[in-house]
């Protein structure tokens, strides 16, 4: 190996190009033989911030007003981020669906883990009645009848004996 040091007469520079065009050319760096490895070098380990996705859904609530957002249907973002600021810590009612990968949400009222109300809430779209009647043991009436959220209806049967 010794004999390496005099037997490498080579230079070596550099130039990067890419669509902006040809770099400088780097200054004329004269090769050196690798005598010995030595221990490899110790860096301190990078931290580097969690990846938080810009919020594609975002409301901020500065006023003393409660909200519905109301979406028809539904959102869906499997790898985005909803996020939601109420520092007053108002009623925020979010009806349709929303498929997101991070719900993130300041409030006034989370002292801990799971204590801002959020989840899903089964809306009552549609009931059946039974209703029964009678007459002194003269007559019985047995309806069955369909009541719906926007206040239609239907009787879907109806016996009178």
Known sequence: MAGLTNALPYTFTVTATNVAGNSPVSNATPATPLLSLGPAP???????DPFEPTA???IDLPSASAVVVDIPGYVAIP????????PNGLDVGITGGVLAAQFDVVDSRDTGADTVPIGFVQAVVQRKF???SSLAGVATSTAIVQVNQNGAYAINSWVVQ
Not at 42 to 48: H, T
């Open 130 to 132: 039974l209703i029964k």
């Open 56 to 58: 594609l859904i975002d």
């Open 42 to 48: 110790v860096d301190p380990p990078v931290v580097l």
């Open 79 to 86: 790898q985005g981020r909803i996020h939601v600021d109420n």
